[in-house]
Each structure stands twice: as structure tokens, then as C-alpha cells.
């Protein structure tokens, strides 16, 4: 069942964190929707605008109408991830996406505001919800790359300020996270002082956490034992989720660990079985071992084990 992130960040807040997966092939909704199942938990898929070109957007929105009606008791929202302008509009008038991310973040402040609340006004003219911008994390997604340096933590007071003036529904604030899986070149911090004050002058507003990948050092060890190169690949430590969660951190953005996964799958696959070209053989490994990997961040997430008392609060 498809539901929004409002409903679901309801339910999340000050307790535990929804996990927000990107997908962009059959392969990873499956493993998706299998860890999300086994570990009983409402999750969030998001889909990037790479992802929505990678095959083709018709496919995938497909593929996760499909998952929906294979996996009845399935409770998850559809979310654009890190969307600009016009991208959000074409998912809002889809009429399939549940909630839409606008990110502004690398335009100044009142520009920031002005095309999020355009953004806002025609989501909520649908019903669907929007996730919206400030500060800067640093690392690489999609067309923009910021260095650690150039990386601005996101201003409480500022955040205050943007959410009164956006109407929008959820904030990603940069506390210290960035994209990929070379985070934290010097000692990991996250900024919880940050999240602390915002919390205080956003009471009860669901915040999000991007860049949120933990980069198992087992798993980067095993890809560069297979011929990987990720020497100094580093991420968040996934025992900060839940005390992020009691700040109001609702929504925790994870796809460079799934990515992780499928490479390191794929590299031993075929080292070990160099004359092996079957694609169904390490894909149904990955699909399996892709599930145990989203059973265990949910239980890190404190949303393992939520989909009933969540299906009960839906019905009221
Ligand atoms: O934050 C970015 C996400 O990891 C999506 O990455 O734009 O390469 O699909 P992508
Ligand atoms: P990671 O690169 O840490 O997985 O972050 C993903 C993300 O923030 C998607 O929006
Ligand atoms: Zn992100």
C-alpha cells in the first residue's frame, strides 16, 4: 500500500527513523521488498532523477506497481529524491509519487524559498507531500559535486525561517553526513548540537538525514579483495540513528550501502566462477543477500518490526 512520508513520519517521529532506499532496477525492488517484509517494516523508495533515466521512469514506476500488488502488506511511500523543479512537477502530476524532495539547497536563501514554495503549492494541490533543503552536505550527487570544505551545515535558525516561509513538509539539513562512500575523510561527526537546536525551534517537524551509509569496512574489504579499488571508503556509524531519531531525524537516506552490496556480490561472482555468464546467478544472490541488508538497517532504524502498529494506525 502506497502511503505518504506524512503519514509515515506520524508514526516515526521521536521513536525511530523510516529508511529511504533509492532503486533503479527489478533487482533491488525485489530485495527491497523481501527485507522489508521479513523485518516487518514501513519503508520509503526513492527514486532519483539518474534512476528515473537510467531504464526509462515507466519502467520502474512499473516495477514498484507491480511490487505493491505481489507484496500486499507492504506499507512504503514513493518519493523523488533530490528533485529540481521541473522533475518534481512531472512526479506530481504523475499522480503515482507520494512525496516529492525539491532540492534547492546549492541556490541562495530566498531563491531556496521561492522555488520551494512553488514546488509546495502544487504537491499540496494533489495531496502529495514535499520534503524541501538547507545547508549543504558535501559529496556527489547527480550533476553537482561539493567538497568537504565547500559543505555548509544547515543554520537552526535559518531552518526555522525556511520552513514557516516554505509550507513544506520535511527538512534534510546538513549536520555533517555527505553522499557516497568516502565520507568523514578526517574523524566522523555528526552534529548533533545542530540537530539539537533545530529540533528545539522546530518542535515535532520531521527532519531528514541524506548521506547516510555506513560503508561496512567487511564490505569494502571483500570488494577490494575481489579487485575492487575503495581504499578509505568510510561512512556514519548506524548506532547515531536512532539517537538522530530522538532529534527528530524521521527519514535516514541509505543507497551507496546497497550499492556496496551489489558490487561486492558481483565481484566474487564472478571471480570465483570466472566461467560463469549466467546474470541470474549472482542476481539471485544479490537479491537475497540485498534483503538481509535492509532487515538489519532497519533494526539499527528502530522501524523493523513497526508495520503492524503502523497498519493499525492507518485504519483509525
Ligand atoms: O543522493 C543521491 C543518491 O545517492 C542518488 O544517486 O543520483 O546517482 O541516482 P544518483
Ligand atoms: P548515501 O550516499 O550515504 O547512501 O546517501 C544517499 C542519499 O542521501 C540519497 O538521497
Ligand atoms: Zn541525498
Known sequence: ???????????????????AYNINNLEQCVGLFDGN???KAPFIIQ???GARSYTNKVFLEAIIRAADEIYPDAIFAVHLDHGDEQTCYDCIDSGFYSSVMIDASSKPFEENVEITKRVVERAHAKGIVVEAELG?????????VVSESEA???????AKRFVEATGCDS???????SHGAFKFTGTQGLHFEVLTEIQKL???????MHGSSSVPQDEVARINAAGGKLN???GVDADQFLPAAKLGVTKINIDTDGRLVWCRVHREHFLNKPEDFDLRKPGKVFMAEYADFIAAKNVKLGSAGQLDDVRAMLKK
Open 47 to 49: 527514486l532519483s532523477k
Open 37 to 39: 517484509m521479513k523485518s
Open 202 to 208: 522546530l518542535p515535532g517537524f520531521p527532519l531528514v
Open 152 to 158: 555548509k551545515l544547515t543554520n537552526p535558525a535559518d
Open 1 to 19: 500500500m502506497i502511503v505518504t512520508t506524512k503519514e509515515l513520519f506520524k508514526h516515526a517521529y521521536g521513536k525511530y527513523a523510516i529508511g
Open 136 to 144: 549543504q552536505l558535501g559529496g556527489v550527487e547527480e550533476h553537482v
Open 171 to 177: 527538512l534534510a539539513c546538513a549536520i555533517g553526513t
Open 232 to 234: 578509505g571508503a568510510k
